[in-house]
């Protein structure tokens, strides 16, 4: 119990870690939370600061996601705590502790969870987002897309319901988290890639 706590913890302050905030401070770049969107992910990043910095930011990212999920995995430990320090990590990213719980949409932090998970889950919800993106240029309905596939594709490649649960739950909180991104693409007044 001890250690399935600390596992949790330390997962969601990894979690908090924003890579986007530290990046663009280690590169003199502005606060991505005052410009653009105001999201601290790399979609605003690659606005504001162009592909590069977009790039580490979402491999900083997908690290707070992989990351506790590989230290979980070395002890061996059960699914449901699997499940636990997955979303602890999450939420890190969403509601991150050092600044002040605003948090980037989670799309890169999920990958990673996945990622840790199982490589062909992650690489078959990542085809998903590389497809919808080439088709139709809209970072948005990539991720919305992607997130919808997950847990059908949990459900088939993973023996596991406490992990199919996690990314249930992930995948509804990473719809909400783009309910204005929804209503744009509904409105047909979402921005494309590069547009």
């Known amino acids: 119990m001890i250690i399935a706590t ?3 913890v330390g997962a969601y302050l990894i979690g908090s870690l924003s890579a986007a ?3 663009c401070k280690l590169m003199g770049l502005p606060d991505p939370r005052t410009q653009g ?5 790399a979609t605003n990043v690659l606005r504001i600061a162009g592909k590069k910095t977009a790039v580490l930011v979402l491999l900083g990212d997908m690290l707070k996601g992989l990351i506790p999920l590989l230290v979980a995995r ?3 430990v059960e699914d449901h705590i699997l499940a636990a320090v997955g979303l602890a990590a999450f939420l890190g990213h969403l509601y991150p502790i050092y600044f002040g ?3 980037g949409k989670g799309v890169a932090t999920s990958l990673g969870i996945l990622l840790g998970l199982s490589w062909p889950l992650a ?3 990542l085809a998903t987002w590389l497809f919808m993106t080439r088709v139709f240029r809209i970072s948005s309905l990539s991720a ?3 997130a919808i596939a997950a847990p059908l594709y949990t459900w088939l490649l993973l023996d596991s319901v ?3 649960v996690m990314v249930c739950v992930i995948s509804t909180m990473l719809l909400w988290r783009h309910r204005s991104n929804i209503q744009r693409l509904i409105s047909g007044a979402e921005g494309k890639i590069g547009g």
């Open 21 to 23: 905030i530290i990046i």
């Open 101 to 103: 719980f605003h948090g």
């Open 6 to 8: 600390l596992l949790a």
């Open 74 to 76: 070395a002890f061996e």
């Open 162 to 164: 406490p992990l199919l």
């Open 144 to 146: 919305l897309t992607a």
């Open 37 to 41: 969107s105001r999201n601290p992910g």
């Open 123 to 125: 690489a078959a919800v």
